[in-house]
């Protein structure tokens, strides 16, 4: 059985599947072509029964930047809507992953770095929380002069901080949202998400992709409770605070 025929989706709006990319708690991921124009991108489905929905909200806040300094760094949305159970997003198709930039010179890596850097400095002066950044969700971006430059994407946990130069209202947090192995810390332990947060993460980031040495956390055993709370400790006594 293909990829497309298990979910009885050959097409969302304008746009037929073709490929699965990839999957996760959120949904999946598709290669796309438009049936007119041949214009290739990729689709995110998720299941409209989620208890958790993110593809509007990203759709939202990805057609809000498009108009903003953060335009540069993310995906272009090119299509959003319902099609059967499922709700879509069609989004400009990005590179590879960091996940696959392990064997790039150092020269070249610390280029890629410093073009992240921007990008989060660009979204912390507008406001914007990334919450969930680690080396599947940053993409080298296509199609430019400079082969180093970056897309940062999964906006579906990114959040304002700050609207129209105002500060927004903590929400108490009772639940962790990211992904363990880059998430800081403070995050693991409910804190609110700061600008900090998304920096603690580009350093575990980058030093996976660095491949300085692996993560001291990312091999633990024991169930999902325990690595959590040994994941925290471990965070705690070898990042500086």
């Given at each position: ?6 979910f009885?989706?050959?097409?969302v ?30 689709v995110?489905l ?21 108009k ?5 760094y ?48 660009v979204?912390?002066?507008g ?67 700061a ?47």
């Open positions: 059985m293909s990829s497309t025929q298990q009885s989706l050959p097409e709006g304008s746009f037929q599947l073709e490929k699965l990319l990839g999957h996760g708690s959120f949904g999946q991921v598709y290669l796309c072509r438009h049936k007119r124009t041949g214009h290739i991108a990729c995110k998720e299941n409209r029964n989620t208890t958790s929905p993110q593809v509007d909200y990203e759709y939202r806040l990805y057609d809000a930047l498009a903003s300094p953060v335009q540069p993310v995906p272009r949305p090119l299509d959003h809507g319902v099609e059967g159970d499922y709700r879509f997003l069609v989004l400009e198709l990005g590179g590879p992953d960091l996940s696959h930039a392990y064997n790039f010179s150092m020269l070249r890596k610390l280029r890629i770095f410093r073009h992240i850097l921007t990008a989060l400095e979204f912390h002066d406001g914007l929380l990334h919450r969930d950044l680690k080396p599947k969700n940053i993409l080298l971006k296509p199609g430019t002069k400079d082969p180093d430059a970056i897309l940062l994407i999964d906006l579906g946990l990114a959040k304002r901080f700050r609207i129209l130069g105002k500060p927004v209202p903590n929400e108490r947090k009772d639940k962790f949202v990211g992904t363990s192995r880059y998430a800081s810390p403070y995050v693991q332990m409910y804190t609110q998400s600008r900090r947060d998304d920096m603690y993460s580009l350093v575990y980031t980058m030093v996976n992709v660095f491949n300085i040495h692996p993560l001291p956390w990312q091999d633990l055993s024991g169930d999902k409770d325990e690595r959590a709370d040994r994941t925290v400790h471990l965070k705690r006594r070898l990042t500086p605070q």
